[in-house]
């Protein structure tokens, strides 16, 4: 039997792996092949498994996950600015620092469940955002966003308006007016940016999987399950429900750290709950407590959002132009609800409509086709034999 | 002493709207067991159509003056609302003034067939659903309904003004013999007075009505009276309308306050479940408490004293308190046993 | 130690732990539910190796008595004793892993794992004892684990179903995975809440054979039951609930006499 599920892990893996690598070729043919797009499908995909593994596994659903995000991109870009342009040390202490973070969130957040946990991550990520926008500022920039600068000449430039680079400075490296990020000189803009993240979203879905499938894993899955019970079974659940919350934390803080990667300016916009919103949307859109589903969710409304919000009542007048010219206004018109602007309906609707029909997310559809058709092909073979029920 | 004063009547009003939403939240939870993410919603279109309501009042038609000439001499081309055409100048005037308070009865149409059609068609299907689900669902309509608004109505906040009467400041200092420095908006008492006199509708309608008493039974134990022979469900689809109601109108009477955009509900919304859980999930009287007193407490938090002591605590002094209460009132503060325990 | 200790060491308030051979000993536990006197007075002992039954009418207590030893209900008074350790107070996973488990009236499964993984969480639960990560260990890999696990499911009879979840599985089916569940973590006592309800003449039997089994490797059981015939074929001594109180105490035959409990649950049996 092990042996069985290992090879089964293996290939889902490796498929996994090799769909993400040819990412570029097989949106081609759907318009969606370049790399900012792309590199935004593997950064949410990055987001929205580590949601996962709490959402999904111990049903705890945290509307503040977009606080995390906001940390990692903070963090990296204040790297960038002091230390070095190399993306390294930037993820690296962002993923810690969203981890310290979001240790801290859960610590307290985690003393309640249901509804009252997620009410107090969508607290704390909304104070979190409030700051970003007060207080925080000499941090933050509030409105305005940090970014990265030229090096400063004169000492007494706010950090905010110039930088200093210690690591780069002592290394000697010139630096042209706009400083970009690299990997070890590696430019992490266009499709090597995009690569660069396919292969940290691998990495991460290898993590997600292993944990998924340890004892670890079944013990969220267990809590998800039936907490109480496992009370009674000598299992202390809070450990777990922490260490799940600081892992999903940390692979917030990675996604937040590669967006600043890919494009070096921080915003608070990316802290609402708005945001936190996005995600969960994502996760049940691919479907909630399957490996694959989030990232195809999070593949999806990516997708979508570049397309439908693109979209104008011009495109819309030629898409309807076989109706008649009233018909076709009227169908422009109700469509552009939907489009440019109006994305935000789409995305509302989808929603609705995923929770309504279809809870366990695309996934869930996947295996009830699949389902049917390996009753349709049985009922084949059988059916020589069994005369079929009247309809 | 002014100062504080003035803070508290300040907390006063926006406490009143907390409390209203809150009471709403609170009564379709505590009834129909549903966590409603779209209720801020509701709340906002309430609010337009106090906006919908003067757009009304205010379609005019074109009326060449026979008295008055523009600068070049021309005759004025007046624009004339249909509204005096038909009642007159005065009631019409009347009407076109005194539109944000009349614009209640809109609401309550309105919102009661909103509030139908959304139990009937949505609310009634999540019952036995998850918690998680419930969220999921109306968060996704809240979505819609926002975009709905804002791809009719634009996404700026559109100003409101009161009626002409109560559009001034009141020295209350004077009134209650505080000096002459504490003065306050008219509208704003008007609000405070409106939120307080509904509370009161709506508790005595739960406490000596038929209806209400079922209704408060059902909050207290749903199988007992299912038990009892009563179809509490039945009645759910009242209860829903009556909170869309309640929020409605609550929208409608804070338009001159706050100029209502599409995203209102939302920032509503987050505060008002802040509320319900610091109040207690499922005690209305613990929604009203906690509305008013996060409503004050944000008040005073933005004082420019506190302010300068603690920088940024207006903007999370409600969360704050929030995060506190739960950690230490684990049912909140008025909240019942058994509700929503873990 | 803990606050409970405190206070049972207190002059006064004290309260003996039992005899030597004792292994759960309640003393004066009392319990209401707003007014409801659900448990008072109640005391009793349970002797090491011995299978004790509680028999009592509907709403006596006897599900309370449980959950006020397995630590899901606080007393208002009194205090449960494990092996000369005082358990109230103590959280349930504490109790858990100082060797009492539990199998609970109401089927309690993991309705999304497994039948297997079901009996896997206890198990893991008593070779760990506490917190573990480690993403890439699985139990799939522990082979003298999953044996173990195996042989107790084959014991309850669901051998055939070890990848079914356990949503799916019938409620006398579930009983037994329950059985499983606190079975493979060989805990030192045994708490068990009606086993056989809704399970077939024949299951009964079957589990009834199981857990004499059980009792010749010398495991303490606490046993509730409403079938008289599983109660008369099991129990060493019996302890008669009654509106909370204990009327009755002593071996099967003694307890077959007794007036006191013909009246109060005999009678209103054969009604
Ligand atoms: N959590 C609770 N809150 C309020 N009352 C309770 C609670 N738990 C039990 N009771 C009441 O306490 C009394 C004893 O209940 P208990 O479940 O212990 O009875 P029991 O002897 O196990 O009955 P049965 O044979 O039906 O399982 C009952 O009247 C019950 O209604
Ligand atoms: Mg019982």
Known sequence: MDRKTNLKDWTLFLGFAAVVLCLPIILDPIGANYPDLLQKIAIFGIFAIGFNILFGLTGYLSFGHAAFIGVGSYMSLWSFKLLTMNVLPAIAFSVILAGMFAYLIGFVSLRRSGIYFSILTLAFAQ??????????????????????????????????????????????????SVPTTHFFGMAMSGYTGFYFCAVLLIICFFIAQRLTNSNFGMMLKAIKSNQNRL??????????????????????????????????????????????????????????????????????????????????????????????????????????????????????????????????GIMEGIRRIAAVFARKSKSNNTSAAAPQPAE | MDAIFLQFLNGLDKGGAYALIALGLTLVFGTLGVVNFAHGALFMLGAFCAVMLR?????????????????????????????????????????????VPLSIFLAVIVMGIVGFIMERGLIRHFYKRPHADQILVTFGLAIVVGELIRHY???????????????????????????????????RLVYFAFSVSIIFGVFAFLKFTTFGMVVRAGMQDRETVGLLGINIEQKFTIVFALAAIVAGVAGAMYTPILPPDYNMGMDFLVLSFVVVVVGGMGSLEGAVLAGFLLGILQSFASMQAVQNLLPGISQIIVYLVAVVVLLTLPRGLLGRKGVMED | MSAAEDIANEPGRGFDRGTANTVLHIDDVHKSFSGLHALSDVDLDVREGETHAIIGPNGAGKSTLLNVCVGRLKPDRGAVVFDGEVLTGKHPHEINQLGVARVFQTPEVFPELSVLENVMVPALSKRDGHFRLNPFKNFFGEKALRDEAENVLESVGLQAQLTDMASVM???????????????????????????????????????????????GGMTKVIIEHDMHVVFSLADRISVLAGGRIIAQGTPDEIKENPKVKEAYLGEEQV
């Not at chain 2, 008295?67 to 005065?90: A, C, H, M, R, S």
């Open chain 2, 153 to 187: 109505f634009g996404a700026n906040p559109i100003p409101q003004a009161a009626p002409k009467a109560v559009s001034g400041s009141a020295n209350i200092g004077y009134l209650v013999g505080l000096g002459p420095n504490v003065i306050y908006p008219w509208w």
């Open chain 3, 170 to 216: 019938s409620r006398g089916d579930k009983r037994r995975l329950e059985l499983a569940m606190g079975l493979i973590q060989h805990p030192r006592l045994l708490l068990l809440d009606e086993p056989t309800a809704g399970m077939a003449r024949h299951d009964t039997n079957a589990t009834i054979d199981l857990l004499k089994k059980i009792k010749e």
């Open chain 2, 55 to 99: 757009k009304i009042f205010n379609i005019s038609y074109e009326r060449v003056s026979e008295t008055e000439v523009d600068f070049l001499g021309k005759p004025l081309k007046e624009q004339i609302p249909y509204l005096k055409g038909i009642f007159g100048e005065d009631l019409g005037g009347f009407m076109l003034d005194y539109s």
């Open chain 1, 127 to 176: 104070m979190s955002y409030s700051l970003a926008y007060s207080v925080l500022t000499p941090i933050t920039n509030g409105e305005t966003g940090l970014q990265t600068r030229a090096i400063r000449t004169d000492p007494a430039t706010s950090l905010l308006d110039g930088d200093i680079r210690i690591i780069d400075q002592a290394l000697g490296i010139q630096e042209a």
């Open chain 1, 231 to 360: 009370n009674y079974t000598g299992i202390h659940t809070r450990p777990y429900l922490i260490a799940a919350f600081v892992i999903s934390g940390m692979y917030a803080g990675l996604a937040g750290s590669l967006m600043a990667v890919t494009d070096p300016i921080a915003g608070a916009e990316r802290m609402q709950w708005t945001a936190s919103g996005e995600v969960v949307l994502m996760t049940i859109l691919g479907g909630v407590g399957t490996l694959v589903g989030p990232v195809l969710g999070a593949g999806i409304i990516k997708y979508a959002e570049q397309k439908v919000s693109s979209w104008n009542e011009g495109i819309l007048d030629s898409f309807f132009s076989f109706l008649p010219e009233g018909l076709q206004h009227f169908m422009s018109g109700l469509g552009a609800l939907f489009v440019g602007e109006g994305w935000h309906t789409t995305l509302g609707l989808l929603f609705m409509i995923i929770v309504i029909f279809l809870p366990g």
